[in-house]
């Protein structure tokens, strides 16, 4: 019984913006060679590459941009935490399962593995603007990327 409430006294320790944690806006990639726009897409999240920071999606596809992320889940027994989801890496062409964790509200960990979750690798990306996962410039868009 202890142990279960000082799990409990655990889980109200969480910061104040895990518990409405979201990874919506923008992020520059851990050396800022890249910056990615995650959006809500049918209850998942995805990430579209953009030509720069300040750019739109529409303006990202219609450049022919590659989708980085796709088909993230919140995990809604760990705040913060997004995973089932797919990572494409351009330089490669390679894709790779992985996870996303929020580690504060404008630092992400984005860690991408192939088959086993333990062989893999992890980066650190830095949020650069907007916390929104509306996309206004997509109403009525069926198109995820």
Same mark, same amino acid.
């Given at each position: 019984?202890?142990?279960?409430?000082?799990? /409990?006294?655990?889980? %109200? #320790?969480?910061? =104040?913006? =895990?518990?409405?944690? %979201?990874?919506?806006?923008?992020?520059? +990639?851990?050396?800022?060679?890249?910056?990615?726009?995650?959006? $809500?897409?049918?209850?998942?999240?995805?990430?579209?590459?953009?030509? %720069?920071?300040? #750019? %739109?999606?529409?303006?990202? @596809?219609? !450049?022919?941009?590659?989708?980085?992320?796709?088909?993230?889940?919140?995990?809604?027994?760990?705040?913060?935490?997004? @995973?089932?989801? $797919?990572?494409?890496?351009? !330089?490669?062409?390679?894709?790779?399962?992985? $996870?996303?964790?929020?580690?504060?509200?404008? $630092?992400?960990?984005?860690? /991408?593995?192939?088959?086993?979750?333990?062989?893999?690798?992890? +980066?650190?990306? @830095? @949020?650069? =603007?907007? !916390?929104?996962?509306?996309?206004?410039?997509?109403?009525?868009?069926?198109? !995820?990327?």
């Amino acid at each position: 019984m202890a142990l279960l409430l000082s799990m /409990g006294a655990g889980l %109200s #320790a969480l910061p =104040a913006w =895990a518990s409405d944690a %979201s990874i919506c806006g923008v992020w520059a +990639t851990s050396h800022g060679e890249a910056y990615i726009r995650i959006y $809500r897409f049918h209850g998942l999240f995805d990430g579209i590459s953009l030509p %720069s920071a300040s #750019a %739109s999606v529409a303006m990202a @596809r219609a !450049r022919h941009q590659p989708i980085i992320l796709s088909g993230f889940a919140a995990a809604p027994d760990h705040p913060g935490v997004y @995973r089932y989801g $797919r990572i494409f890496d351009p !330089r490669n062409g390679q894709h790779f399962q992985g $996870r996303l964790t929020l580690e504060s509200q404008d $630092r992400l960990k984005v860690y /991408g593995y192939l088959g086993f979750s333990w062989l893999g690798g992890s +980066t650190q990306w @830095r @949020r650069v =603007a907007s !916390r929104s996962c509306s996309l206004p410039e997509e109403k009525g868009s069926s198109d !995820r990327g």
